[in-house]
């Protein structure tokens, strides 16, 4: 797919989602994972999603990065795929790694994150205490 430019300008973002739209069979949903960038806000785009209504956009929450959930998805492969297997050509690798993937997809459930609220804004603040004293 195309690269959204570094300016990451709403025209740049709509040829983006033309090129899934050409590229998604057109009897699919397609569901998009996007940080906070706020050129979705832009009226040519959400005139174009009103106009794609098979597109659905997700946003991952304020002040967290769309990589920790990456990472989160990349761990689970890792110890539930990798780790305990042993491939002896790319071939193995790719076909543990393609039925692992097919196997999660099919039994996808969102994360369950083990702390409270409260717990996270207070590892919030005590990071913010430590990271403000002069030696930053």
Same mark, same amino acid.
């Given at each position: 797919l195309s690269a959204v430019s570094a300016q990451h300008t709403a025209r740049d973002f709509i040829g983006f989602l033309a090129e899934i739209d050409r590229q998604v069979e057109p009897n699919l949903a397609i569901h998009l994972i996007c940080d906070n960038?706020?050129?979705? +806000?832009?009226p040519t785009v959400r005139r174009w999603l009103v106009e794609h209504p098979r597109f659905a956009l $997700? =946003?991952?929450?304020?002040?967290?990065?769309?990589?920790?959930?990456?990472?989160?998805w990349f761990a689970e492969l890792q110890r539930r795929c990798l780790a305990r297997g042993v =491939?002896?050509?790319?071939?193995?690798?790719? $076909?543990?790694?393609?039925?692992?993937i097919s196997h999660w997809n099919e039994n996808a459930?969102? =994360? +369950?994150?083990?702390?409270?609220?409260d717990q996270i804004i207070d590892a919030i603040g005590h990071y913010?205490?430590?990271?403000?004293?002069?030696?930053h």
């Open positions: 960038l706020s050129v979705h +806000k832009a $997700h =946003f991952t929450p304020t002040y967290s990065s769309w990589l920790n959930q990456v990472e989160r =491939f002896c050509s790319v071939d193995e690798l790719t $076909h543990a790694l393609e039925k692992w459930r969102p =994360f +369950k994150w083990t702390r409270t609220a913010c205490a430590r990271i403000s004293g002069p030696g």
